[in-house]
């Protein structure tokens, strides 16, 4: 719960603590915290019993930290039962990249392979293609 917080944080928090409630005070408000945690953990516990016990023997093994999209994720990736593992590795980024960037240059996609080792330079200008090819040049439209 309190992973988060650092030494100097915690000090600075219990003298703030002290400073607001006062010595006299502060165990029964530390009592009044702990006793409302416990009764939103206790909450929280028969809420999840009462969602399992509704869902049916055939949920028996559903977690709450299934909902979470990434806990859900990771889990089919490890279950594989779809195939994912054969997709992402059959996906190859800087081969489809350097295809876009030779289709939008204009180049033979049989030569995909960029000189610069795999790399696209996106910062080089792409070449014009000769003038006859270009529309005509209208001083009006700009």
Wanted: proline share 8%.
């Amino acid at each position: 719960m309190f992973n988060d917080i650092g030494p100097l944080e915690l000090v600075t928090l219990i003298v703030l603590a002290v400073l607001v409630f006062g010595p006299d005070k502060l165990p029964k408000v530390i009592q009044d915290v702990t006793r409302t945690i416990r009764k939103i953990r206790d909450f929280s516990e028969s809420a999840k019993q009462d969602i399992r016990q509704e869902l049916g023997p055939e949920f028996k093994d559903f977690e709450f930290e299934d909902l979470n999209p990434k806990t859900f994720i990771r889990k089919q990736m490890d279950n594989d039962d779809l195939g994912l593992k054969e997709i992402r590795n059959g996906f190859d980024l800087k081969k489809e990249m350097a295809e876009v960037a030779d289709a939008v240059h204009g180049r033979d996609s049989d030569s995909a392979t960029p000189p610069s080792g795999g790399r696209v330079d996106m910062t080089k200008k792409p070449e014009i293609p000769a003038a006859d090819n270009r529309p005509p040049f209208d001083a009006d439209a700009t």
